[in-house]
């Protein structure tokens, strides 16, 4: 299950390739958004093998991986200023909605988060390389 999760993760983190990001309440546009795609699918990539793999290396990096997001998106919610993400994606934005929508997001990472740290002796390949 978390395998596939992760997989549709990159897939979703590849499509927004050349898309403005929102990063610690900065919004990164232009070469600097297309570098962070790219970091951010690399480490998707390595996270979708590592679970593949039962990686302990992995298991780690995943929960540090949502804590970060976790903590992103806090921010982001808090300095992003709504119009600005108007002014980017050219449409109207719900700010009520897009509260909810961002605080459900983060009550499922956090629960994810709890499902992989209980699943800890799960992740028996103490190997630090994928290959």
């Avoid at 976790?70 to 509260?99: A, C, F, Y």
């Avoid at 002796?121 to 994928?130: D, I, K, V």
């Amino acid at each position: 299950m978390l395998t596939g999760l992760y997989l549709f993760l990159l897939l979703m983190t590849l499509m927004s390739y050349g898309q403005p990001v929102p990063l610690f309440g900065q919004l990164l546009e232009g070469t600097a958004a297309r570098i962070f795609i790219v970091v951010d699918s690399l480490v998707c990539l390595h996270l979708f093998l590592g679970l593949w793999q039962r990686q302990l290396l992995t298991w780690r990096l995943l929960l540090i991986y949502n804590g970060y997001e976790v903590l992103n998106t806090l921010i982001n919610l808090w300095l992003v200023p709504h119009k600005e993400l108007e002014r980017l994606l050219e449409r109207q934005i719900d700010p009520s909605g897009m509260l909810l929508s961002n605080l459900m997001t983060v009550g499922i990472v956090a629960w994810i988060t709890w499902v992989i740290w209980k699943q800890r002796a799960q992740f028996t390949n103490r190997s630090p390389y994928l290959f």
